[in-house]
């Protein structure tokens, strides 16, 4: 579980996906062989790192299920332009899924040109995890059409081009669907939040803590 006791910006300014490590109110992102951190983190199998023994990966992380720290499964998904062969992304995908369906919280989503795939498993899996879209800059078409199911976009560095996909659609995208990452950008948080503000004519402080009642909604280990 997160605790929001510090008197930071960090504290206000939730970052659901990181790859910067020590900040009080973030989820950092395990990739191969990182180890555990002594935080809140997330960790899958991104389909970069799939290979034939991925299923032992799976079990490191099942194994660490029980973790409460460990707050999402991911990021994992779909990458046509690197990755294996779509039905080894598919697999790799679909146990993940089951994982974080099994412990209650949400699953991160990679997901480069790979939405047909994503659609495939939507209409083979009618009830999945949440899902997180994570830095999502995708023609807002796309999630206009998934706002049906439990699918969540959070929103990066792209909210700051100009007439960017993440830009239409951030100020499209229902509220209580919104969340907010640096992923590898040395850009602080706050910085992101102050640019969704512009956008959205909300102040950085509405949208922390709607990000905060997002996140404790949908998951089973909550952010206090």
């Known amino acids: 579980m997160i605790n929001q006791n510090f008197q930071s910006d960090l504290v206000h300014f939730p970052d659901f996906h990181t790859h910067q490590k020590g900040n009080v109110l973030s989820i950092f992102n395990v990739l191969p062989d990182e180890g555990i951190p002594d935080q809140c983190f997330s960790w899958g199998i991104h389909p970069w790192y799939l290979n034939e023994n991925w299923e032992k990966e799976l079990e490191k992380i099942e194994a ?8 999402a499964i991911g990021e994992c998904g779909f990458d046509k332009i690197k990755g294996p062969e779509p039905k080894v992304q598919m697999k790799a995908f679909e146990a993940q899924a089951q994982l974080a369906k099994k412990i209650g919280i949400p699953l ?4 480069v040109k790979g939405t047909h795939l994503l659609q495939e498993y939507l209409k083979n899996h009618p009830e999945p ?6 830095g999502f800059n995708q023609n807002p078409q796309i999630p206009e059409k998934l ?6 976009f959070s929103f990066g560095i792209a909210i700051f081009k100009q007439n960017s996909n993440a830009q239409q659609w951030i100020e499209k995208c229902p509220l209580e669907k919104i969340f907010f990452e640096t992923d590898h950008s040395d850009i602080p948080i706050s910085e992101i939040y102050q640019q ?12 922390a803590d709607q990000v905060m009642e997002n996140w404790n909604r949908i998951s089973n280990r909550k952010m206090t």
């Open 64 to 71: 660490s299920s029980s973790n409460p720290q460990l707050m």
């Open 108 to 111: 991160i989503l990679h997901c």
């Open 129 to 134: 995890p949440t899902i997180i879209w994570h």
């Open 147 to 152: 706002l049906f199911i439990p699918i969540y």
């Open 196 to 207: 969704a503000s512009l956008l959205l004519g909300l102040s950085t402080m509405q949208l």
